[in-house]
């Protein structure tokens, strides 16, 4: 195979320059910084790079782990992507490949002459393991994607450190939200990507004027500053009167890393938000529908290498976290909803009551798991 085949890994191996590659959602960017750390640990003197889809990276913003960000667009053809190719081109010693496409192991290929990189365990990606000095197949035992991501480095540690999802550095919050926050608030976030994720307006709305009330302290309703979200956003706003601040689209990663981590609560549905509310250490209740959580459920702070979650389990408790499943018998189904597409419904979210959600997160406070922090 000559330069397409990817060289031998050596336990001793050391890189002086590594890119990282991750072409994805801006949840799935959260969850590789447990990846980086642990690169990072393992070649301190290494500089490190991100290559992810332009819009993607804001959570590796301020990163200490990470030297350079590299945005590529996401519909991007190769004929423009040349300049980009040219400036990769056997750059970087050691390319992790912490994504499976086609796309991103091209990346790999193009930047570095070692490369660890997730396969999918199907006959069209053998020519991807042949590429690879280490393949880690994804999909073995519906693995969490932070465990498969660690295992990019199991040629170098064989004893994986434990995983820590590293939160973007915080920033100041506007003056006039912190005027209506006070000492105590709870934060929930409304919008999901798309519908097949979404707890219902009404459930929200009924959800913030009890619990408000109950608590004493006001909700935060968060959110992007896109039409769809805005719109789901003044939903709940209108139903639930002056029980909520809206915040949504007035925050950059930054500035919800503070607002979470002053909150006493966050509630929120199965989106990258729901990641970062996780690894700021406050008390979780994470609303799932579809998802399968022993793939993405958010990764509980402190917890060791082995699997958070089982696949379903209606309510289970990992440290900070309250994940709460329907109880239907097809819970999760790991599909696009009941009707199988993006805008679908999801009767599992649908039939999770208010009722229920509030008394979890009741429960969950009392418990003084708001005391784990990350370390």
Known sequence: MGLLQGRALRADDEFRRIIVIVTRQIGDVLLTTPLIHAAKQRWPAAQIDVLGFAGTLGMLKGNADVSNLIEVRPDSGWSSSVPLIARLWRRYDLALIAQHTDRAHLYGW?????RSGQVPENRRSRWKTALLGHAVPLGVKH???????????????????EPRVQPPPSAPLPPELVAKLGPHYTVMQVP???HYKQWPVRHYAQLVRDWAAAQGHPVVLTGGPSSRDRAIVDGVMTLSGDAAI????QLDLNQMVTLLSGASLYIGPDTSITHLATACGIPVVALFGPTNPRLWGPWPVGWPVEQPYERSGVRQQRRNVVLLQGEQACVPCSREGCDRHRDSRSECLETMMPERVMAEAALLVGTGESAIKPP
């Not at 809206?246 to 689209?249: I, K, N, R, S, Y």
């Open 110 to 114: 193009f930047a570095a002459g070692a």
């Open 143 to 161: 693995t969490h994607v932070v465990i498969e991501k660690m295992r990019l480095l199991s040629p170098w540690l064989p004893q994986l450190p």
């Open 192 to 194: 999901s990507l798309v």
């Open 246 to 249: 809206d915040a949504a689209g």
